[in-house]
């Protein structure tokens, strides 16, 4: 059972990681992306997105110091660094850019897809009848968007990553927490496959204005958590 003070810890990384990675926001992605695809291919799609994410963010945590050194940048620089990048992100999400900018991204990937889809079938069978409305994609012709974009850089992306190292490095003296850090990755990729899984329910119910309202209160808080970063980082870097 864990301490009191160990949960207090930990609150705060999994809401940062919560927050960075944006499970929420990312089923309306994840929608445009299979959409017209069995639900066998979506589950496919879901397991191989989280599960490749978790070895990416896993695989920074362990050795991203590491990597760092190798280019002689040291943790205090790197935080801040990477509580700007955060902090950056928490203004998009307090104004509304973050999810914007997915969902373009998402709608310009999932056309690109279509369109080279399209023109392998029609080289393919040219007197072929055209799909209807409510056709199904078979699995073997859906297109593969687990790894990118949905891995990289939705649910891995350099917030993410950043995010990931940032923790590692503030508790670089303590094994167990590093190890729950690593622990927290995993408890969102489930709440992220969670909501993929259910994607169309979790659509239909959350209503733009509580995803609004939800985006911008956690904006704040990850905006509070990035200063801390960037102050911690000052702090080791000039006083230490």
């Known amino acids: 059972m864990p301490s009191f003070d160990t949960l207090n810890e930990l609150i705060p990384v999994f ?70 990048l955060l902090f950056l992100i928490a203004l998009e999400m307090l104004f509304e850019k973050r999810s914007q900018k997915r969902n373009e991204r998402a709608e310009q990937v999932h056309q690109e897809l279509e369109d080279d889809h399209d023109g392998e079938k029609t080289k393919t069978d040219s007197t072929s009848a055209p799909q209807t409305a409510g056709h199904t994609i078979p699995d073997e012709e859906a297109d593969d968007i687990s790894i990118f974009p949905m891995s990289i850089p939705f649910l891995s992306g350099p917030g993410a990553i950043a995010s990931v190292m ?22 969102v990729m489930l709440i992220a496959f969670t909501f993929f899984l259910a994607s169309n329910v979790v659509a239909k119910r959350l209503s733009p204005t509580v995803a609004t309202v939800v985006s911008r209160l956690l904006g704040m808080i990850l905006a509070a958590l990035a200063v801390q970063f960037i102050i911690d980082g000052v702090k080791q870097a000039f006083f230490q």
Do not use: W
């Open 166 to 187: 940032l923790l590692m490095g503030k508790f670089e003296n303590n094994i167990a927490m590093q190890a729950s850090v690593i622990g927290v990755v995993a408890v």
């Open 15 to 84: 809401v940062t990681l919560f927050v960075i990675i944006d499970p929420l926001g990312l089923v309306p992605v994840f929608i445009v992306l299979t959409q017209g695809t069995s639900a066998a291919h979506r589950r496919r799609m879901a397991i191989r997105a989280c599960i490749t994410s978790f070895f990416i963010l896993a695989a920074f945590a362990l050795i991203g110091e590491g990597l760092l050194g190798i280019f002689g940048i040291h943790m205090p620089a790197f935080r801040i660094a990477g509580g700007t």
